[in-house]
C-alpha cells in the first residue's frame, strides 16, 4: 500500500530529496520500524534519532526525514528537512486534508484509551478503519497517527489527551474532529491547574477548537461539567449529543463479576441492550457514545452490539489473566490496572475487585502505587481512598511510594500487608504472600517512566506458578 510517495512527501513537508521511494507507513522508533516505513529522526532531550537512521534503511524503511543526511547514508534515500518535528506535523496535517474520512476524536479525565478502542472494535468490521495505536495521544502521537492514515480511511479514530491547558487545541486544530467525545472530566493532573477541575474543564473544551458547524459533541450528562461543556460547544457552533448512564438503582443497568449490561436509547431513538465482557459501570458509560458515534454515521448498530460483546481491556487497563498455580489448586486472578491511576479510576478498580468472588481460601488483595500530578492535596487524594478498599472487602493492601504512605497508615493494622518506597521492592514479600484463589488487583501512575512502574509487580505475579 503506497502512503506516501518521495513527490508527495516532499510537497507535504517543504523537504527536498534526489530519490524516488513510496512508503507505506511512517515510524519515529527503530525498534518498532517495519520495512516499507518512511522512518522521521525527530530529537529528544536524550536521543537523536539521526543516530539510528542506518539502521533504519538496514531494517527495510523506504526512507528518512532528516534534518542533514547522516554519515554512511544515501542521500537518495533521506527527505531533508529544516525540522523533523514540524516535519511530522506537516505530514499529519497533509493526512487530514487529502482524507475523505469521518473523524472520531476522544479525550476526557478517564476512560479515553477504552472508548478509543471500542470505537474500533465496533468500526473495523464495518469499514475501513484507522485508529490511535496504544495511547498514542499526544504532541507526537497524533500527527503520527495521521501521518499513517491511509487514503482509503473511511472512519479515523483518535485519542487526544493533556496535562496542561493549551495542549489540546493544537492538537484538535490538526486532528479536526466531525465528532468529538469527552467521557468525564475529574481531578486529574489537577496539579498543573491551579483552578482545579474547571480548568481541566476548559483545557477539556479545547476539543471545540478544532471543530465547525457541522461537527458533534458527545457529552456526559452524569458529569459535573456538563452544562460548562455544553456551552463551550455552543460557543463554536457544535451541536451537543448528551449520553447518560443509568443507575443501578434504575434496573437499566446491570454489574456482575464478569460482565456488565445496560439498556439505553441510542440518539433517542432505538432501545438497545449493551452486553460487555468487562465489569464496571464505568465502561458502560464508555460504550454509549461509541453506539451514538456508529448510529450517527449510518453504520449497522446490531453488528457493532455484537463487535462489543467480545470487547475486553487491553494490557495495563483493566485486563483479567489466570494464572495456573498447578496442583489442580486455584488459579490466581491478575486484574492488570498498571498502566495509570486517578482517585476516579482507583475507585472504580476497587469496586470491580470487590464483585469478584476469591475461590477456595484466597483473599481480595491490592497492590497500588503512587498517583502522580495531584499538586498540593495529593495526600489527602491518597489517604481519603481507605474507605473505598474497606467497602469493597479487600482482604490485604501492600503500597509503594511516599504518596501511598498516607492511604498505608489510615488503613487498619489487619488489612496491611507492607508499604515500601518502590515498587520492586515489594515483590519478594508478594511472591511470598499470594496464594491460590488470591485476586490481585495492580494499580498505580506511570510516573512518566518508559513503562508503568507497576508493570514489575504485574510480572511477578505471572511468574507465581514457578515459585
Not at 469521518?102 to 472508548?115: D, E, Q, R, Y
Not at 481531578?187 to 491551579?194: I, K, L, N, R
Not at 468472588?357 to 495529593?378: C, K, W
Not at 504518596?403 to 496491611?416: T, V
Request: hydrophobic share 40%.
Amino acid at each position: 500500500m503506497k502512503l506516501w510517495s518521495s513527490t508527495d512527501a516532499a510537497v507535504a513537508t517543504g523537504g527536498i530529496t534526489t530519490g524516488e521511494w513510496q512508503a507505506s507507513g511512517v515510524s519515529i522508533d527503530t525498534r518498532t520500524l517495519r520495512p516499507g516505513d518512511l522512518y522521521i529522526a525527530l530529537k529528544g532531550p536524550n536521543v537523536d534519532g539521526h543516530d539510528y537512521v542506518r539502521g533504519a534503511i538496514q531494517a527495510g524503511a523506504a526512507a528518512a526525514v532528516v534534518d542533514h543526511v547522516p554519515e554512511g547514508c544515501a542521500p537518495d534515500l533521506c527527505l531533508i528537512v529544516p525540522d523533523t518535528f514540524k516535519a511530522l506535523q506537516d505530514l499529519g496535517r497533509a493526512a487530514r486534508a487529502r482524507s475523505r474520512a469521518k473523524i472520531i476524536a476522544v479525550t476526557g479525565s478517564v476512560g479515553k484509551t477504552g472508548t478509543k478502542d471500542m470505537l474500533a472494535a465496533v468500526f473495523d468490521p464495518q469499514c475501513l478503519t484507522h485508529a490511535s495505536q496504544k495511547s498514542y495521544n499526544n504532541h507526537w502521537g497524533v500527527p503520527l497517527t495521521l501521518a499513517s492514515m491511509p487514503l482509503d480511511t473511511e472512519v479515523g479514530i483518535f485519542e487526544i489527551g493533556m496535562n496542561h491547558a493549551g495542549e489540546l487545541r493544537p492538537l484538535s486544530k490538526m486532528v479536526r474532529p466531525d465528532i468529538a467525545i469527552i467521557t468525564t472530566v475529574e481531578a486529574v493532573h489537577v496539579e498543573y491547574f491551579p483552578e482545579g477541575e474547571r480548568g481541566i474543564a476548559a483545557a477539556k473544551a479545547e476539543i471545540f477548537e478544532g471543530m465547525d458547524s457541522a461537527g458533534h459533541a458527545f457529552l456526559n450528562k452524569n458529569n459535573k461539567w456538563f452544562e460548562y461543556l455544553s456551552e463551550k460547544a455552543k460557543e463554536k457552533d457544535v451541536e451537543v449529543i448528551p449520553f447518560s448512564c443509568p443507575s443501578l438503582e434504575s434496573g437499566l443497568l446491570r454489574v456482575t463479576p464478569d460482565q456488565t449490561s445496560v439498556t439505553a436509547d441510542i440518539l433517542g431513538k432505538t432501545a438497545v441492550e449493551i452486553m460487555l465482557p468487562v465489569s464496571g459501570a464505568h465502561h458502560a458509560s464508555n460504550a454509549l457514545p461509541v453506539l451514538m458515534s456508529v448510529a450517527l454515521l449510518g453504520y449497522d448498530l446490531s453488528k457493532a452490539l455484537r463487535a462489543l460483546e467480545g470487547w475486553t481491556p487491553r494490557d495495563g487497563r483493566g485486563k483479567r489473566e489466570r494464572v495456573d498455580m498447578g496442583g489442580g489448586q486455584p488459579p490466581v486472578i491478575l486484574i492488570d490496572e498498571s498502566y495509570n491511576a486517578s482517585p476516579v479510576a482507583m475507585r472504580a478498580a476497587f469496586a470491580a475487585l470487590g464483585r469478584l468472588t476469591p475461590e477456595g481460601q484466597g483473599r481480595r488483595i491490592a497492590v497500588l502505587g503512587d498517583m502522580a500530578e495531584l499538586g498540593v492535596n495529593a495526600a489527602a487524594y491518597h489517604a481519603d481512598l481507605a474507605p473505598d478498599l474497606q467497602m469493597a472487602g479487600v482482604d490485604k493492601v501492600y503500597t509503594a511510594g511516599p504518596l501511598m504512605k498516607h492511604l498505608y497508615d489510615r488503613i487498619p493494622a489487619e488489612q496491611r500487608g507492607l508499604h515500601t518506597d518502590t515498587p520492586p521492592e515489594l515483590c519478594e514479600s508478594l511472591r511470598a504472600d499470594v496464594c491460590p484463589g488470591d485476586i490481585v488487583l495492580v494499580k498505580g501512575s506511570r510516573g512518566g517512566a518508559e513503562k508503568p512502574k507497576m508493570q514489575v509487580i504485574v510480572d511477578v505475579v505471572k511468574r507465581l506458578c514457578e515459585k
